[in-house]
């Protein structure tokens, strides 16, 4: 978005998600609007490239093992140990969703004067029932990052109500904290978001560091697969590789 203001320089550049779309508002005087587009369609084309390159290396993990990305990181951080890792992904997910949800909602009510309140409703509901396709894949992922951690300390056998309580409660606790910050003013709100978005990187960027020099570089992609689900194999309960 290109707003005019006293300034030729671009301000509040949104945070690029790691391989998947930037968001955040870019605002410029009339002088500066074709150097600022080309400036924010750099970075966000450099910032997706460079995340993308990484997530492309977790993704090589995947057939290898045929395991999902956070059960092979016990193999890191031992059986329960994984907890600490789970707990940046949830953040994460949960965070998009907020961040989702707040700029939906903000963008809606400054376009069209739609109130704020209903639409954060509205989409929490839907990606509850996962029919918003982005934040329904969040909730459904965030969900099996919670049922992962949980089974770490006891075992439970999954079911469609753990599994649909899960979203519920996950999609209240995101529909509270995104309904607070909508309704505390549009510099907060933009604020929240982007300061979100970068703790994320503060807790992603050291898991991706220690799963790819693990895998790439100490163990060469070779694992007990059998002791990554019990917590008294080789990897143990807790570990730091």
């Not at 400036?39 to 490239?49: E, K, S, Y």
């Not at 045929?66 to 059986?79: D, N």
């Not at 704020?116 to 509205?122: D, F, G, K, S, Y």
């Not at 089974?151 to 979203?167: E, G, M, P, Y």
């Amino acid at each position: 978005m290109v707003g005019q203001g006293g300034t030729d320089q671009p301000q509040d550049l949104g945070a690029a998600r790691p391989g998947r779309h930037a968001e955040g508002v870019l605002h410029v005087g009339r002088e500066g609007e074709c150097v600022a587009l080309f400036q924010a369609d750099l970075l966000a084309v450099l910032g997706i490239w460079f995340g993308t390159l990484f997530m492309a290396f977790h993704a090589t993990q995947g057939p290898v093992f045929g395991l999902p990305q956070m059960i092979q990181t016990r193999a890191q951080l031992g059986y329960r140990g994984v907890v600490v890792a789970l707990f940046a992904v949830l953040f994460t997910y949960m965070a998009f969703n907020v961040a989702d949800q707040v700029l939906l909602a903000s963008g809606l009510n400054g376009a069209f004067g739609w109130n704020a309140t209903l639409v954060a409703i509205v989409t929490a509901f839907l990606s509850a029932t996962a029919l918003l396709a982005t934040m329904g894949m969040n909730a459904y992922g965030g969900m099996l990052t919670v049922l992962t951690g949980i089974d770490s300390f006891k075992k439970i056998r999954t079911s469609r109500a753990w599994r649909t309580a899960t979203v519920i409660v996950l999609a209240a606790i995101w529909y509270g904290i995104g309904q607070s910050i909508s309704t505390s003013g549009s510099n907060t709100a933009v604020s929240a978001v982007l300061n979100s978005l970068t703790l994320m990187l503060y807790l992603l960027v050291p898991w991706t560091a220690l799963n790819l020099v693990d895998f790439f570089f100490v163990r060469r992609g070779h694992y007990a697969i059998t002791d990554i689900f019990r917590p008294d194999g080789v990897y143990g309960a807790w570990s730091a590789c």
